[in-house]
């Protein structure tokens, strides 16, 4: 009798409970983590007791930072959450599905739909959507390793438990949900681990470094601006008594608002939501932002076969008879009409169309480990499998046909996939009869995509090294890696994968294709090359890339693939298209190349103020800057450029050493900007120029070489860039000409003493700061002959050319 499960009355009077499977835990955050991430930080904590400081001594003019700091808040939380709604609407329209049976009818539904008592009808690939206790089993084997670390296949038989997040990888059975939502396994875990778990982000851990940095130094000198701004208006006493102190107060907070980076992190969460709304756009959902930036960084990346060089469609090609048996043709046409078939065994029902009548005695289901499937009829065993599998190490045997093996490799080496079918006595203990004996070769076409050359030959261009891992015939995957480009001129089986770390890298740095991996020995060769230095990208659909991907720096999935692929994934190719890899690539070499480029400019900002801070503190000198003014110098220089240089295309290859390659261009460049500024200041305070004539220098002293570096590092400079920059050289003559925009920011004619004093300064300063412009890109091409060596050290492929 059929199993009919519950009733729609039944499914109703659960849902109205509340015992349904619903359980939150979207693919991005939350909006009250981007809202926190965006505004409840140390530094607006800062800038926020600033401006209530400068309100309540009556210089409002002077909190214009306020406002642009709620203009960074704001536009970092509205991009952030246009990225999450971006990425939640892909999300709900590829979301995972269970199979269950209703009212004796089968239907695919939302996992969160899935109630109390249900009866999940689970088959090879699905994964369990809740805890459930098994009704029926057909050779059900569940993967349980993402949960319980054990690698080895479960075999289920009635009445035994099923737990939600393990993975179905062989067999069919029905099992009945019994805990379901919260109370369910695998959501009873951390969650977070498996989803949110933090991408390595060198980006994110380098700026949180320097803000760290930052958080710790402004208190102390904050306290030494503030005693040298009293002391240089008349000392404590008088400045307390006469109201000077509201000017000392006013020069500390213009000190501290410079030197903090809030631009950097806005730019910086801004390019990740970018990037992941651009990428979803080419329908890949990105399911952790930082992953975007990780993509610059993959060196290796590993395919499967199966769905990334080929369409995946098997297509039955044809039947080589080797011992006369009856009843194989209708053996086969069995294996065709299974319902927990694999593509492979259902393209036999293209070509064998009748199929044995009788109900089979004993079946023994296809698993990744074994690579084969057997089932026992009334006149004995038929085994369906891999030659070598089927066959291993039996070529001496005098009963065994000779040919088999070089039969099997001369179709294997044209790019064909080979089984045998084999027939003997039969085994209860999943072993091949040790008297069977081989009845058919068979072949099987694979479909190679058409961008797959294309995307390999980019990646090659691209210095990023190439591995195939799959779990066919080494010799089929060769011939394949070679049609599409590879030079693959065999392939290694896995099966002689050395036990040693050291010869197993060696054995990774001379072949390119692998064949017969099984899942664990996929996530041994990640784990290696990560082990090694790599950054590893792994792609793949089946149940089998699960471990692998997991392991892997970034996983990539296919949305054709098993929902436990794709669950652990960081990446998700929506259509499954192969050729989205460069763009991806492509785009998070974007990210944080500009990242990089802009944060020189944030971080020579901060170095500078840092250094003003402590020289003009140390030297008990009046700061030479209103807060006013270092905000409109701030958003000339920095802050509008870095936005529209933070999209720009970039296809600079990643180096690591981001953070020490941007402080070997910002401090020393703040140094140079700092001894041209003290050295003004103290040279007009000595000719006895007046305060307000000072600033206005200083000003404009700051906003050219500010210009200077903005040119410097937009290099080089095409008609976008140069107009961008241009811009801002307008914006500056406009902040010097139009009268009340002067007015407001107390901005004064200079005499000539004064400008022959400015323009002097700035030359100097522009100088050191070519200086440091050439001693930086020594160190970046260092840094790049570096990288180049340790790629070229670590894998066999050719090292990356690069230029200057």
């Given at each position: 009798?059929?199993?009919?499960?519950?009733?729609?009355?039944?499914?109703?009077?659960?849902?109205?409970?509340?015992?349904?499977?619903?359980?939150?835990?979207?693919?991005?955050?939350?909006?009250?983590?981007?809202?926190?991430?965006?505004?409840?930080?140390?530094?607006?904590?800062?800038?926020?007791?600033?401006?209530?400081?400068?309100?309540?001594?009556?210089?409002?003019?002077?909190?214009?930072?306020?406002?642009?700091?709620?203009?960074?808040?704001?536009?970092?939380?509205?991009?952030?959450?246009?990225?999450?709604?971006?990425?939640?609407?892909?999300?709900?329209?590829?979301?995972?599905?269970?199979?269950?049976?209703?009212?004796?009818?089968?239907?695919?539904?939302?996992?969160?739909?899935?109630?109390?008592?249900?009866?999940?009808?689970?088959?090879?690939?699905?994964?369990?959507?809740?805890?459930?206790?098994?009704?029926?089993?057909?050779?059900?084997?569940?993967?349980?390793?993402?949960?319980?670390?054990?690698?080895?296949?479960?075999?289920?038989?009635?009445?035994?438990?099923?737990?939600?997040?393990?993975?179905?990888?062989?067999?069919?059975?029905?099992?009945?949900?019994?805990?379901?939502?919260a109370?369910?396994?695998?959501?009873?875990?951390?969650?977070?681990?498996?989803?949110?778990?933090?991408?390595?982000?060198?980006?994110?851990?380098?700026?949180?470094?320097?803000?760290?940095?930052?958080?710790?130094?402004?208190?102390?000198?904050?306290?030494?601006?503030?005693?040298?701004?009293?002391?240089?208006?008349?000392?404590?006493?008088?400045?307390?008594?006469?109201?000077?102190?509201?000017?000392?107060?006013?020069?500390?907070?213009?000190?501290i608002?410079?030197?903090?980076p809030?631009?950097?992190?806005?730019?910086?969460?801004?390019?990740?939501?970018?990037?992941?709304?651009?990428?979803?756009?080419?329908?890949?959902?990105?399911?952790?932002?930082?992953?975007?930036?990780?993509?610059?960084?993959v060196?290796?990346?590993?395919?499967?076969?199966?769905?990334?060089?080929?369409?995946?469609?098997?297509?039955f090609?044809?039947?080589?008879?080797?011992?006369?048996?009856?009843?194989?043709?209708?053996?086969?046409?069995?294996?065709?009409?299974?319902?927990?078939?694999?593509?492979?065994?259902?393209?036999?029902?293209?070509?064998?169309?009748?199929?044995?009548?009788?109900?089979?005695?004993?079946?023994?289901?296809?698993s990744?480990?074994?690579?084969?499937?057997?089932?026992?009829?009334?006149?004995?065993?038929?085994?369906?499998?891999?030659?070598e599998?089927?066959?291993?190490?039996?070529?001496?045997?005098?009963?065994?046909?000779?040919?088999?093996?070089?039969?099997?490799?001369?179709?294997?080496?044209s790019?064909?996939?080979?089984?045998?079918?084999?027939?003997?006595?039969?085994?209860?203990?999943?072993?091949?009869?040790?008297?069977?004996?081989?009845?058919?070769?068979?072949?099987?076409?694979?479909?190679?995509?058409?961008?797959?050359?294309?995307?390999?030959?980019?990646?090659?261009?691209?210095?990023v090294?190439?591995?195939?891992?799959?779990?066919?015939?080494?010799?089929?995957?060769?011939?394949?890696?070679?049609?599409?480009?590879?030079?693959?001129?065999?392939?290694?089986?896995?099966?002689?994968?050395?036990?040693?770390?050291?010869?197993?890298?060696?054995?990774?740095?001379e072949?390119?294709?692998?064949g017969?991996?099984?899942?664990?020995?996929?996530?041994?060769?990640?784990?290696?090359l990560?082990?090694?230095?790599?950054?590893?990208?792994?792609?793949?659909?089946?149940?089998?890339?699960?471990?692998?991907?997991?392991?892997?720096?970034?996983?990539?999935?296919?949305?054709?693939?098993?929902?436990?692929?794709?669950?652990?994934?960081?990446?998700?190719?929506?259509?499954?298209?192969?050729?989205?890899?460069?763009?991806v690539?492509?785009?998070?070499?974007?990210?944080?190349?500009?990242?990089?480029r802009?944060?020189?400019?944030?971080?020579?900002?901060?170095?500078?103020?840092?250094?003003?801070?402590?020289?003009?503190?140390?030297?008990?000198?009046?700061?030479?800057?209103?807060?006013?003014?270092?905000?409109?110098?701030?958003?000339?220089?920095?802050?509008?450029?870095?936005?529209?240089?933070?999209?720009?295309?970039?296809?600079?290859?990643?180096?690591?050493?981001?953070?020490?390659?941007?402080?070997?261009?910002?401090?020393?460049?703040?140094?140079?900007?700092?001894?041209?500024?003290a050295?003004?200041?103290?040279?007009?305070?000595?000719?006895?120029?007046?305060?307000?004539?000072?600033?206005?220098?200083?000003?404009?002293?700051?906003?050219?070489?500010?210009?200077?570096?903005?040119?410097?590092?937009?290099?080089?400079?095409?008609?976008?860039?140069?107009?961008?920059?241009?811009?801002?050289?307008?914006?500056?003559?406009?902040?010097?000409?139009?009268?009340?925009?002067?007015?407001?920011?107390?901005?004064?004619?200079?005499?000539?003493?004064?400008?022959?004093?400015?323009?002097?300064?700035?030359?100097?300063?522009?100088?050191?700061?070519?200086?440091?412009?050439?001693v930086?890109?020594?160190?970046?091409?260092?840094?790049?002959?570096?990288?180049?060596?340790?790629?070229?050290?670590?894998?066999?492929?050719p090292?990356?050319?690069?230029?200057?």
């Amino acid at each position: 009798m059929m199993p009919t499960g519950l009733t729609s009355a039944e499914v109703e009077e659960r849902v109205t409970a509340g015992l349904t499977n619903a359980f939150v835990q979207g693919t991005s955050r939350s909006v009250w983590s981007i809202v926190r991430a965006n505004v409840l930080t140390l530094f607006n904590g800062i800038i926020l007791v600033c401006f209530i400081v400068l309100f309540a001594i009556g210089r409002w003019q002077d909190a214009l930072f306020g406002f642009s700091a709620i203009a960074n808040a704001v536009i970092g939380s509205v991009q952030e959450f246009r990225a999450k709604r971006a990425l939640d609407r892909l999300a709900l329209l590829n979301a995972p599905h269970a199979t269950v049976v209703r009212d004796g009818t089968e239907s695919a539904i939302d996992v969160g739909t899935v109630v109390m008592d249900d009866l999940l009808r689970l088959r090879a690939g699905d994964q369990v959507a809740a805890d459930a206790i098994v009704a029926t089993s057909r050779g059900l084997q569940l993967d349980e390793s993402m949960l319980t670390g054990e690698s080895d296949p479960v075999e289920k038989s009635p009445g035994d438990r099923v737990l939600s997040g393990s993975v179905v990888v062989g067999g069919e059975g029905d099992a009945t949900v019994d805990r379901v939502g919260a109370d369910s396994f695998a959501n009873s875990l951390a969650a977070e681990a498996k989803r949110f778990s933090l991408v390595a982000s060198e980006l994110r851990t380098s700026i949180n470094r320097v803000l760290t940095f930052v958080a710790w130094i402004i208190g102390p000198v904050a306290l030494l601006v503030l005693n040298a701004q009293m002391i240089a208006n008349g000392g404590w006493t008088e400045a307390s008594a006469d109201g000077a102190w509201r000017d000392a107060v006013t020069a500390t907070i213009a000190a501290i608002v410079a030197m903090v980076p809030l631009g950097l992190v806005l730019m910086t969460s801004i390019t990740f939501a970018v990037g992941a709304v651009k990428l979803a756009r080419q329908q890949v959902l990105v399911q952790e932002l930082p992953a975007v930036e990780g993509l610059a960084r993959v060196d290796i990346i590993c395919l499967d076969k199966t769905g990334t060089l080929t369409q995946g469609d098997i297509v039955f090609d044809d039947a080589y008879p080797l011992t006369a048996r009856d009843g194989w043709e209708s053996v086969l046409a069995w294996y065709g009409i299974q319902t927990d078939a694999n593509a492979t065994a259902r393209s036999l029902a293209s070509r064998f169309t009748d199929p044995v009548a009788t109900e089979p005695v004993y079946r023994v289901p296809f698993s990744s480990a074994r690579k084969w499937s057997a089932v026992t009829f009334d006149d004995g065993m038929w085994i369906l499998g891999g030659p070598e599998m089927v066959f291993p190490d039996r070529q001496d045997d005098p009963s065994h046909p000779r040919d088999l093996a070089a039969r099997a490799s001369e179709l294997a080496s044209s790019g064909r996939r080979t089984l045998v079918l084999a027939f003997g006595t039969p085994t209860t203990d999943e072993t091949v009869p040790a008297d069977a004996v081989p009845v058919a070769l068979l072949t099987f076409r694979e479909n190679i995509r058409p961008d797959a050359a294309e995307t390999l030959g980019y990646f090659a261009a691209q210095g990023v090294a190439v591995r195939v891992i799959s779990g066919d015939n080494p010799q089929t995957v060769a011939a394949i890696a070679r049609d599409v480009g590879l030079d693959a001129p065999h392939g290694f089986d896995a099966r002689n994968l050395p036990e040693s770390q050291d010869e197993l890298l060696r054995v990774l740095d001379e072949n390119v294709v692998f064949g017969r991996v099984t899942p664990e020995q996929k996530k041994r060769i990640v784990v290696a090359l990560k082990a090694a230095g790599h950054t590893v990208a792994m792609t793949g659909d089946g149940v089998n890339d699960a471990l692998a991907i997991k392991e892997a720096d970034i996983g990539i999935a296919m949305n054709s693939g098993a929902a436990a692929t794709k669950a652990v994934a960081r990446l998700v190719l929506l259509d499954g298209r192969f050729s989205h890899l460069p763009n991806v690539v492509a785009e998070g070499r974007q990210v944080i190349a500009n990242i990089e480029r802009v944060s020189m400019l944030f971080l020579t900002k901060t170095a500078y103020a840092t250094f003003l801070a402590l020289t003009f503190g140390i030297l008990l000198l009046p700061f030479p800057f209103l807060p006013r003014q270092l905000s409109v110098t701030d958003g000339l220089t920095i802050g509008i450029p870095a936005f529209f240089l933070a999209l720009l295309p970039n296809a600079q290859r990643y180096i690591p050493g981001f953070l020490r390659r941007s402080l070997t261009f910002a401090v020393p460049a703040g140094v140079a900007v700092t001894l041209g500024l003290a050295a003004y200041a103290r040279l007009a305070a000595n000719m006895r120029i007046p305060e307000a004539e000072i600033r206005t220098g200083s000003t404009l002293i700051l906003t050219m070489v500010g210009l200077w570096i903005l040119v410097v590092l937009a290099r080089p400079v095409t008609r976008f860039k140069g107009i961008v920059i241009g811009a801002m050289m307008v914006g500056l003559v406009l902040v010097y000409t139009i009268p009340f925009v002067r007015g407001f920011l107390q901005l004064v004619d200079p005499t000539l003493p004064t400008a022959l004093l400015v323009i002097a300064t700035s030359l100097a300063s522009i100088a050191l700061i070519e200086i440091v412009r050439f001693v930086h890109r020594r160190v970046t091409r260092l840094d790049l002959a570096k990288a180049a060596l340790r790629s070229h050290g670590k894998t066999s492929d050719p090292p990356p050319t690069t230029t200057g």
